[in-house]
């Protein structure tokens, strides 16, 4: 597929453009229009004051950049796999600005915000990590922002469950795990597409009822293991 962008991102500046406000740095890409920017910059900064409120950060950067695909369920791509930094990348395809400032760019900021805290309390990566983090971002995305449960974590059959069950207890603690597995799905392993979103949904939720007095807002350095106890099949 031709990796090209749409024609409102197009703009005569090249390089990077950064936007401090104390500990908080926004760079975007050179293919953001101005009013782009401006309008992502305030609210992007209005976010993150506002989820510092869950958790003080002492600094945090921002880096925003486009992609394309032909794909208008494709909005996003997101990550906040460091302490400090989150990147994002916005598909151009049918961009509607407004639409991403209202919802996209809120549940974006507040889903990588839980990652980059979380990262202060817990380094370990295997499933059970990833599942969890995934369950717990979310449930904190949904309680900040009021948004519905994601489209993406459909509930999982209690067969599936069964079947998959030698693959997970594989994987569950394992360093060295292939998590785009888990993430991308996997045909040869029966895996469907975000599994582990999938998974990790399900646990979370399962753990936040049974457990009333907590919540995604005051989970931030749970231990997994704790979550991942309630994988009883």
């Keep these: 597929m031709e990796n090209r962008r749409h024609d409102r991102f197009h703009s005569r500046r090249q390089g990077i453009v950064a936007v401090n406000r104390e500990e908080l740095t926004i760079r975007f890409a050179d293919d953001f229009i101005l009013a782009d920017t401006a309008a992502i910059e305030t609210v992007t900064k209005e976010w993150i004051s506002r989820l510092q409120g869950y958790h003080p950060i002492d600094r945090l950067e921002i880096s925003i950049g486009t ?53 202060r309390y817990h380094q370990e990566f295997h499933l059970a990590a990833l599942a969890v983090n ?51 799905g996997s045909r040869e392993q029966g895996v469907p597409h975000t599994f582990a979103y999938r998974f990790g949904f399900m646990l979370v939720d399962r753990y936040f009822l049974q457990n009333p007095e907590k919540s995604a807002l005051n989970s931030f350095g749970l231990d997994c293991r704790e979550i991942i106890s309630l994988f009883v099949l």
């Design 67 to 119: 992609f394309y695909v032909e794909n208008p369920y494709v909005k996003v791509s997101a990550a906040g796999d460091e302490i400090d930094k989150i990147w994002l990348e916005i598909n151009s395809y049918q961009f509607d600005l407004n639409h991403f400032l209202e919802e996209i760019l809120p549940r974006t900021l507040a889903h990588e915000f839980h990652h980059i805290i979380r990262l």
């Design 134 to 184: 995934e369950g717990l971002a979310d449930h904190f995305m949904m309680e900040v922002t009021g948004c519905k449960k994601p489209g993406y974590v459909q509930p999982i059959d209690p067969d599936l469950l069964k079947k998959l069950e030698p693959f997970i207890q594989r994987d569950l603690f394992n360093k060295d795990f292939n998590h785009r597995i888990w993430q991308k």
